[in-house]
């Protein structure tokens, strides 16, 4: 069954708080588009059996999150969806 991204895909939005000191982080795009000049051209699915997590079993999308206040990023996981979610209520 074919998995997305809901972030990706904007049919949600990152919505993870620091780590360090709480503040809402900013979505600064996929991990996986920081690995190289033409990582952004590379399939996802390609790019998920060889970066050491295990994203591609587990149908996650790592992406980047900023904080404007502590100047870090953090690598936030999102699980990915199946087209089935789409046809289920949202509560």
């Known amino acids: ?3 997305f991204c809901p972030v ?14 709480g503040q809402l982080l900013s979505d600064a795009g996929k991990l996986y ?3 190289g000049a033409y990582s952004p051209y590379r399939e996802i699915d390609d790019a998920k059996l060889d ?3 295990p994203d591609r079993q587990n149908h996650q999308c790592l992406h980047t ?3 404007p206040q502590c100047q870090e990023e953090h690598t936030i ?3 990915e969806w199946t087209p ?5 209520p949202f509560m």
Not at 8 to 21: E, I, S, V, Y
Not at 84 to 88: D, K, N, V, Y
Request: with cysteine; net charge neutral.
């Open 51 to 53: 970066n050491g997590y």
């Open 1 to 3: 069954m074919k998995h």
């Open 33 to 35: 588009d920081f690995y």
């Open 8 to 21: 990706c895909n904007g049919l949600a939005a990152l919505a993870n708080d620091c780590p360090r000191c």
């Open 77 to 79: 996981i999102v699980q």
């Open 84 to 88: 089935a979610m789409l046809a289920q």
């Open 65 to 67: 999150g900023w904080c």
